[in-house]
């Protein structure tokens, strides 16, 4: 039952690793305009229901 409690950090470890490189190649978008685009696609997506 030790080995099971012990096996959850060891195995998150790559993941951390993975989650903390950045990649120089990555596409990188604000998180603005994320959240810029996500409003007016709502917008648009209420005018579309009420237009129809």
Do not use: C, K, W
């Not at 030790?2 to 950090?9: I, R």
């Not at 998180?31 to 996500?38: I, L, S, W």
Request: a negative charge; glycine letters at 16%.
């Amino acid at each position: 039952m030790s080995s099971q409690d012990g096996g959850g950090l060891m195995s998150s470890a790559g993941l951390v690793r993975y989650f903390d490189a950045e990649d120089r190649n990555a596409i990188r978008i604000d998180p603005r305009t994320v959240v810029a685009f996500g409003g007016l696609f709502g917008i648009g997506v209420q005018i579309l229901n009420l237009i129809m």
